[in-house]
């Protein structure tokens, strides 16, 4: 069974970065594709990135794009999330996730964490 577990959520005020973590915990996940999705009041869940197992292939959202990066870590077992210049509508429940990285840019994950909260301020 896989846990993931994320670390490094807050409040910032726009503008700010902050620098999400997350460690998967019972197996690699260096063959499958991880990363985050988010989250935010009233809205769906979405996607903001996603990266294959290799590394090789990478998918952002629109709305994060050239303000998020997406690093993993796969002796670690680690995926994090670099967040800049962030924006008051960031503000969401951000999960890390592990799955088929062709099913992850569609949204859908086999293995979630617990989700942390980041919150931006004007």
């Known amino acids: 069974q896989v846990q993931l577990e994320e670390s490094g959520g807050g409040m910032v005020q726009a503008g700010g970065s902050l620098r999400l973590s997350c460690v998967a915990l019972?197996?690699?996940?260096?063959?499958?594709?991880m990363g985050w999705f988010r989250r935010a009041p009233g809205k769906e869940r979405e996607l903001v990135a996603a990266m294959s197992g290799s590394g090789g292939s990478v998918k952002y959202s629109d709305s994060v794009k050239g303000r998020f990066t997406i690093s993993r870590d796969n002796a670690k077992n680690t995926v994090d999330l670099q967040m800049n210049s962030l924006k008051p509508e960031d503000t969401a429940v951000y999960y890390c996730?592990?799955?088929?990285?062709?099913?992850?840019?569609?949204?859908?994950?086999?293995?979630w964490g617990q989700g942390t909260q980041v919150t931006v301020s004007s």
């Open positions: 019972g197996r690699s996940l260096s063959t499958y594709g």
């Open positions: 996730a592990g799955g088929t990285y062709y099913y992850m840019t569609g949204g859908y994950a086999d293995y």
